[in-house]
């Protein structure tokens, strides 16, 4: 199937651990992106990849960084969880005006 | 700073009837708008986009929308509900002079379709 993929779908994991989230899509998009979506459900981009290349940064802690080793994948990693970092985080891709095409997310649990 | 407005948590209406989602937003220019419906547990769909001409856009499911220039609005429609519409509704933009393709979105407005 065409889609965007992400994985793990859910992570649970205790504060100060440093984990990764990873993203493949096979729709054969040059942009990639990274949103967290919070309790309230309110969506915000972390993150956007144009062929490789990271073109969006938002005012995200240094703790987040994702890594894009082609084009067809973005990873994020995150160092030194905090409580706060619970969120559900969303990888989607594009190809020029194109709409976002969404992964299901990743449900991340920090205790 | 740029935003997206929509000012109804939820919206709750009976299958068969009519049901508008509203969207209003404050973006310089002239911005593409987006409908998204995300289900639970799912990441978003596409439904729809305006990027220019004729102000009534059709979308999938048999979702449109109306864009209003001058109240920046961009209201989702659907003349007759279905219980399986019941989902979160999102209105996005994207500035037209934005090259990064970053998507602003709303806030989110819960459809709920009772039978």
């Known amino acids: 199937d065409t889609a965007v993929s992400q994985t793990p779908k859910y992570l649970v994991t205790q504060m100060g651990n440093d984990k990764s989230i990873k993203c493949e899509q096979n729709?054969?998009?040059?942009?990639m992106y990274w949103y967290k979506q919070d309790s309230k459900k309110f969506l915000k981009i972390m993150f956007s990849?144009?062929?490789?290349?990271?073109?969006i940064n938002e005012t995200v802690p240094n703790r987040f960084s994702p890594k894009s080793p082609d084009k067809a994948h973005l990873n994020l990693h995150i160092n030194s969880l905090e409580l706060g970092d619970s969120a559900v985080y969303f990888c989607?891709?594009?190809?020029?005006?194109?709409?976002?095409?969404f992964g299901n997310g990743t449900r991340l649990t920090v205790t | 700073a740029q935003s997206v407005a929509q000012p109804e948590d939820q919206v709750n209406v009976a299958e068969g009837n009519p049901l508008t989602v509203k969207c209003t937003y404050s973006?310089?220019?002239?911005?593409?708008l987006f409908w998204y419906v995300q289900y639970p547990n799912r990441g978003l769909q596409f439904l729809l986009k305006?990027?220019?001409?004729?102000?009534l856009v059709k979308g999938s499911y048999g979702f449109e929308a109306e864009f209003n220039k001058s109240q920046t609005s961009f209201h989702l429609k659907k003349p007759s509900a279905l219980v399986s519409d019941s989902a979160l509704y999102f209105c996005?933009?994207?500035?037209?002079?934005?090259?990064?393709?970053?998507?602003?979105f709303g806030s989110g407005t819960r459809l709920l379709v009772r039978p």
């Open positions: 989607a891709s594009s190809q020029a005006d194109s709409p976002l095409h």
């Open positions: 305006y990027i220019t001409g004729d102000n």
């Open positions: 729709l054969g998009h040059d942009t």
């Open positions: 996005a933009v994207r500035p037209r002079m934005d090259s990064s393709y970053k998507l602003i």
């Open positions: 973006v310089s220019g002239n911005p593409y």
């Open positions: 990849y144009n062929n490789k290349e990271l073109i």
